[in-house]
């Protein structure tokens, strides 16, 4: 149902690397979010963008950083992963504030 | 600061049978909305109902209905007729004015059995 996708779906990467996971939505939507879950466990925001150049940080604190250089794109990178960093990374939009969130499928990312 | 409370964590329920999942929300907001969401193993998560506060009328969709009470803080989610499709992560969520993210809930595991 959903037009928004995530690359990749599973990452194992070794400690020290920096990783960039892509985020597109093909649906126009001006806000953009960034979603960390532990198995089994709710979300948590990490980053939000309510249009091209703004981004903001949410509830989680992460030491990812993210970008919006165009409304369809949204990426998330980490300098340096950490087994930390270690779990699922979520991207949703939406097309007005209290609007339903469209999910992408996720990046499940393992830092060895 | 928003919080949301579901306290079952797992629940099961036997197919074509009805089934609830509770959520409360603490807020000082006055307009806000709530949803329910549903994550299935190792898929995508999907929308399953979406509630603005200051309708009074309780969604529904389908199978799926909901019992708002504002002043209560209470969102529950009703599922009739369960189906084997329906064993899923749910989870209650919370957006109010501050960019539209979401406050989740900690989940409910449901297991419909046949």
């Known amino acids: 149902e959903a037009d928004i996708y995530q690359t990749p779906r599973y990452l194992v990467i070794g400690t020290g690397k920096k990783i960039t996971l892509e985020c597109s939505q093909t649906?126009?939507?001006?806000?953009m979010y960034w979603y960390q879950q532990d198995p089994g466990m709710e979300l948590h925001l990490i980053h939000y963008?309510?249009?091209?150049?703004?981004?903001e940080k949410g509830d989680l604190s992460s030491e990812s950083t993210v970008s919006r250089i165009r409304t369809e794109h949204f990426p998330l990178t980490l300098e340096s992963a950490r087994p930390s960093h270690t779990s699922q990374y979520l991207c949703?939009?939406?097309?007005?504030?209290?609007?339903?969130?469209?999910f992408g499928p996720g990046t499940r990312l393992t830092v060895t | 600061a928003q919080t949301v409370t579901q306290s079952q964590p797992e629940m099961s329920v036997q197919e074509a049978e009805t089934v609830t999942l509770s959520c409360t929300y603490d807020t000082s907001e006055s307009n806000y909305y709530l949803f329910w969401y549903k994550q299935p193993p190792s898929r995508q998560m999907i929308l399953v109902i979406r509630q603005e506060a200051y309708k009074q009328q309780n969604a529904t969709e389908n199978r799926f209905s909901v019992n708002f009470q504002k002043a209560a803080k209470s969102f529950s989610l009703k599922i009739s007729d369960s189906q084997l499709g329906d064993t899923a992560m749910y989870f209650c969520a919370f957006s109010y004015n501050q960019g539209g993210k979401l406050i989740f809930g900690q989940g409910t595991e449901l297991s419909v059995k046949p």
């Open positions: 649906m126009g939507h001006d806000k």
């Open positions: 949703a939009s939406s097309e007005y504030q209290g609007a339903k969130q469209y």
């Open positions: 963008s309510y249009g091209v150049n703004s981004t």
